[in-house]
């Protein structure tokens, strides 16, 4: 990993600030941690996971992920991962989003990524500063998730079942049979999957296992590796699940995300 610049923060005289200008190598952790300012995390390169006590979050080539203040989180890094990331004060807004989101990024927001990154901080005394910061928080009270979102379930069974899944997406057991493991009834998991991740189990399942194969495909894992590295029984169910995701083929994405 590269550094350029840290800087330590002034609320009361900057609005937006960046921090370091870091290049991770695959399979780098930045370990579970918070800032006091929220944060606009991102990825010009490579895959991102960014995980918090709710959940996780895979962000792909050319998204970014907005962590609000004070929102404790970890990133691992899936491949090389060029990182920009913006810190916005949180007094500037109070209808920011108050969980974590994640963002697909324009071109128009890129290059406003960018400049910000060049100026390094924005003072909304300075005028050309201050439409930077009109123009920034336009985009962010109107984002949009774009991603693979994995949301954990609270009760004991049905995370036990999550864990376990998420250390082996491979695993093709039904959910009677994990039922068993959880010393739940299927019916009972299938309520509490969709009770408290608002998704049904096979959908959840689908979730993991195309997270963790944007991971490995990002890292340079060749597709039918991958395909049958996350369950899948073949590499063309593993496509057309991919492609029904993300609307692309596996490289096909990967390809106009290098473009």
């Known amino acids: 990993m590269t550094k350029k610049r840290h800087w330590f923060f002034d609320s009361h005289k900057y609005q937006v600030r960046t921090g370091i200008v870091p290049e991770y190598a695959d399979g780098h952790v930045i370990k579970t941690h918070s800032h006091p300012w929220h944060q606009l995390v991102y990825a010009s390169n490579g895959v991102m996971t960014v995980r918090t006590p709710e959940g996780a979050w895979v962000v792909p080539t050319n ?4 962590v609000p203040a004070r929102i404790r989180h970890s990133i691992l890094m899936s491949g090389p991962v060029s990182l920009r990331t913006l810190y916005i004060v949180p007094r500037l807004s109070k209808s920011l989003p108050d969980k974590c989101h994640v963002i697909g990024i324009t071109p ?5 990524i960018l400049r910000i990154v060049e100026l390094s901080e924005l003072n909304v005394r ?14 962010l009270h109107v984002m949009q998730s774009d991603a693979i979102h994995l949301p954990l379930p609270r009760d ?8 376990l899944l998420q250390e082996r997406p491979s695993d093709g057991r039904s959910l009677i049979e994990l039922a068993k493991i959880a010393g739940a009834s299927k019916r009972t998991l299938e309520r509490l999957f969709k009770f408290e991740t608002g998704l049904g189990f096979g959908k959840w399942r689908q979730q993991l296992r195309l997270g963790h194969a944007m991971r490995l495909l990002a890292a340079g894992e060749a597709v039918t590796s991958v395909a049958l590295e996350v369950g899948y029984d073949s590499t063309s169910a593993f496509i057309s699940a991919f492609r029904m ?3 692309k083929t596996p490289g096909n994405y990967f390809r106009a995300s290098a473009a």
């Open 126 to 139: 300075v005028p050309s500063h201050a439409h930077l910061v009109s123009v920034l928080m336009d985009h």
């Open 156 to 163: 004991r069974r049905a995370k036990r079942i999550a864990m």
């Open 245 to 247: 995701t993300f609307g």
């Open 63 to 66: 998204r970014g992920v907005w």
């Open 108 to 112: 128009l927001l890129r290059e406003l």
